[in-house]
C-alpha cells in the first residue's frame, strides 16, 4: 500500500501491488555541498506530510549503474533542513548504506557495505531525536546513527529516487510501512 501522496519533482511511477518503482531522471540528487556551497535538490521525492513520531521502513533496490545512484528514504523540513538514508553506489565502487543529514548545509557518512542490490532501511523520530537503521534481512535492524534535528511538528517524510552523476535510475521501494509511533528504544528502532 503505498501511503505517500504528494510530490516534490514528480517524475515517472509504476506501481503494482507492493512495490512502488520511481524514474529519477539523470543529475538528480538532494545535497547541500559542504565543500563548495552547491545545491542540489531536484531527485523525485514522494511523501506525505507526518505530524509527531513516526517510523519509516522499505526495502529498496536498484541497479547500481552510475556513482551515487540510490534509493533513499526521506525527511524534510525545509529546503536546507533534510535528512535521508540510501543505498547507494559509492565512489570507492561499493554498495552502502549511506546517510547524509543536512542543516544548513550536508553531512555525507559511509555505512556499511552490502553485496546484494536490495536492503531494508528505516528511519523514526522520536521529538528532535532521529534514528536510522537497516536490515539485510528485514527483521533485524542495525544502527546507522542517532542525531537531533530542530525541525517543525509536521515533515515531509516519504521516498527518493537519485542519479547525482548519471542518465537516470529506476529505484525500486517494496514492504513500505509508515506508522505514527514513538520508538521506545531509539537506537534499537523500536
Known amino acids: 500500500m503505498n501511503p505517500f501522496d504528494k510530490w516534490l519533482n514528480e517524475a515517472p511511477l509504476n506501481e503494482t501491488n507492493n512495490l512502488i518503482q520511481i524514474t529519477a531522471p539523470g543529475r538528480t540528487d538532494y545535497f547541500i555541498n559542504p565543500e563548495s556551497g552547491d545545491v542540489k535538490s531536484n531527485a ?18 536498484h541497479d547500481f549503474i552510475s556513482k551515487f545512484d540510490g534509493a533513499a528514504l526521506f525527511i524534510m523540513d525545509g529546503d536546507d533542513r533534510w535528512a535521508k538514508l540510501c543505498y547507494e553506489y559509492t565512489d570507492l565502487d561499493t554498495y552502502a548504506v549511506v546517510s547524509v543529514v543536512t542543516n544548513g548545509v550536508s553531512d555525507d557518512a559511509n555505512g556499511q557495505n552490502l553485496t546484494d542490490k536490495s536492503v531494508w532501511l528505516q528511519i523514526g523520530r522520536k521529538g528532535d531525536a532521529f534514528a536510522m537503521h537497516y536490515s539485510t534481512d ?25 542519479s547525482p552523476t548519471g542518465e537516470g535510475l529506476v529505484s525500486d521501494f517494496s514492504d513500505i510501512q509508515l506508522e505514527r509511533v514513538t ?3 531509539i537506537r534499537a528502532g523500536k
Open 183 to 185: 520508538m521506545h528504544n
Open 44 to 61: 523525485p521525492f514522494l511523501y506525505a506530510d507526518i505530524q509527531g513520531d513516526f517510523v519509516l521502513r522499505a526495502k529498496v533496490r
Open 138 to 162: 528485514g527483521s533485524y535492524y542495525q544502527m546507522v546513527r542517532v542525531f537531533q534535528l530542530k525541525a517543525s511538528d509536521t515533515l515531509k517524510v516519504g521516498i527518493v529516487s537519485q
